[in-house]
């Protein structure tokens, strides 16, 4: 299916996901729903770990395809916090679209990902 034509949208709904990251650097996050497309405006990585620094990889998953990261093993020093996409330069996941990734070390990190669940329908 196409995406929705942002240009005569029904509604735009604001939404905000907190994930805790694991080891796993694949573990889907967010995935666009069906007739759907969603404006990512910011990820923002946590370090919770007072005295570890810690890597985050992240990266797009398009629907049925493998995961292409835009972050992969950045550091984020302990009790810190990285902004990886901000308003400048959000971007659009399309139905089936995922954002997946995770961490050097479980626990250590937090994701904080705001977005705009966007319908035409």
């Known amino acids: 299916m ?4 942002i240009v005569n949208v029904t509604s735009i709904l604001g939404e905000v996901d907190q994930f805790a990251l694991g080891t796993t650097l694949t573990t889907t996050l967010i995935t666009a729903a069906s007739n759907k497309v969603y ?8 370090n919770i770990d007072g005295t570890n620094d810690a890597a985050v990889t992240m990266g797009i998953v398009k629907s049925g395809g493998s995961q292409i990261n835009f972050a992969s093993t950045i550091t984020v020093p302990a ?3 990285l902004v990886l996409i901000d308003k400048n330069n959000g971007f659009y996941l399309e ?3 995922a954002i997946a990734g995770g961490a050097s ?3 250590d990190l937090t994701a904080t990902i705001s977005y705009e669940i966007i319908d035409d329908a």
């Open 95 to 97: 139905e089936g679209d």
């Open 2 to 5: 196409a995406a929705p034509n």
């Open 79 to 81: 009790d810190a916090t």
């Open 39 to 46: 404006k990512i405006n910011s990820i923002n990585i946590a």
């Open 105 to 107: 070390a479980t626990g």
